[in-house]
């Protein structure tokens, strides 16, 4: 399935390394179709396994879903204990499947502010799932970026108040070293879904040289093939991180 798009991507030059998706949609598709909201997340959580496995077949090799944003928390509760118990049902039901396919799960973001329940289920996907070498995924889960900036910038004035470290020492790397992503690489390129032009405050100082892919698609409704269509789209871009073209 999909081979044509795979072939083509094969002879198109580099695969993006990291991939970043801010899935959006849902709610809309579910209205569209006279469903409650609930419903459409559900199907997302279809779309996200797609997207793993379309992930592993195209060589990439992290991919990161902003799957709750800091913002969501202050959504009806009814729809954040839904998100909330159906993250635990994936983490529960996908966790050997992960495993089998060779996916490593990473939770990144304020993990502290979760139920013990869902913390636990969060803890037995990244235990059950540690050592995979096909893909890295992480999941972002009460997650924001301005929020990130300022952990690290108060972990900074912390290091420096302690004599750790002088304000000379504060550079990008320092800056890095304090970031949830501690480690990773930038995605190469972010892809968002249902047609909004806008980050979110979605890895704000990752993105920095991100290449955009946006599409209509909501997020239901996403596939491999359109995971596909991205990557096409990113082997066609000229990434000049600021420098002077080739041609
Ligand atoms: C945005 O749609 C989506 C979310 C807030 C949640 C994302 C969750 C999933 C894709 C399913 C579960 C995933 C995992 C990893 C368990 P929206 O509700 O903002 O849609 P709208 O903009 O159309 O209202």
Same mark, same amino acid.
Do not use: C
């Given at each position: 399935?999909?081979?044509?798009?795979?072939?083509?991507i094969?002879?198109?030059?580099d695969v993006p390394n990291h991939v970043a998706i801010?899935?959006?949609?849902?709610?809309?598709?579910?209205?569209?179709?006279?469903?409650?909201?609930?419903?459409?997340?559900?199907?997302?959580?279809?779309?996200?396994?797609?997207t793993i496995e379309g992930a592993a077949e195209a060589g990439i090799n992290i991919l990161t879903l902003?799957?709750?944003?800091?913002?969501?928390?202050?959504?009806?509760?009814?729809?954040?204990?839904?998100?909330?118990?159906?993250?635990?049902?994936?983490?529960?039901?996908?966790?050997?499947?992960l495993?089998?396919q060779g996916v490593e799960v990473h939770?990144?973001? !304020? #993990?502290? +502010?979760?139920?013990?329940?869902?913390? @636990?289920? /969060? *803890?037995?996907?990244?235990?059950?799932t540690?050592g995979g070498q096909s893909l890295r995924l992480n999941?972002?889960?009460?997650?924001?970026?301005?929020? !990130? #900036?300022? +952990?690290?910038?108060?972990?900074?004035? @912390?290091? /420096? *108040?302690?004599?750790?470290?002088?304000?000379?020492?504060?550079?990008?790397?320092?800056?890095?070293?304090?970031?949830?992503t501690?480690n990773l690489p930038d995605p190469d390129l972010?892809?968002?879904?249902?047609? @909004?032009?806008?980050?979110?405050?979605?890895?704000?100082?990752q993105?920095?040289?991100t290449?955009?892919?946006?599409?209509?698609?909501?997020?239901?409704?996403?596939?491999?093939?359109?995971l596909?269509?991205?990557v096409?789209?990113y082997?066609?871009?000229?990434?000049?991180?600021?420098?002077?073209?080739?041609?």
């Amino acid at each position: 399935m999909a081979s044509e798009s795979l072939d083509k991507i094969r002879l198109s030059g580099d695969v993006p390394n990291h991939v970043a998706i801010i899935m959006d949609g849902n709610g809309r598709w579910a209205k569209q179709k006279g469903f409650p909201r609930q419903v459409g997340h559900r199907e997302g959580m279809k779309s996200v396994r797609e997207t793993i496995e379309g992930a592993a077949e195209a060589g990439i090799n992290i991919l990161t879903l902003f799957a709750f944003s800091t913002e969501n928390w202050n959504r009806p509760r009814k729809e954040v204990a839904s998100l909330m118990s159906l993250l635990r049902y994936y983490a529960r039901k996908e966790r050997d499947s992960l495993k089998h396919q060779g996916v490593e799960v990473h939770v990144l973001g !304020e #993990i502290e +502010r979760f139920d013990d329940q869902t913390r @636990e289920a /969060v *803890d037995l996907i990244v235990r059950g799932t540690k050592g995979g070498q096909s893909l890295r995924l992480n999941l972002m889960i009460s997650y924001g970026g301005r929020e !990130e #900036i300022l +952990r690290s910038v108060r972990t900074l004035a @912390e290091q /420096v *108040d302690q004599g750790e470290l002088t304000v000379d020492d504060i550079d990008e790397d320092a800056l890095r070293k304090t970031l949830f992503t501690v480690n990773l690489p930038d995605p190469d390129l972010l892809i968002r879904t249902s047609g @909004e032009y806008r980050i979110s405050n979605f890895m704000l100082w990752q993105i920095a040289y991100t290449e955009l892919h946006i599409t209509p698609v909501l997020w239901p409704d996403f596939s491999r093939e359109h995971l596909f269509e991205a990557v096409l789209d990113y082997q066609r871009r000229d990434r000049r991180f600021g420098l002077v073209g080739t041609s």
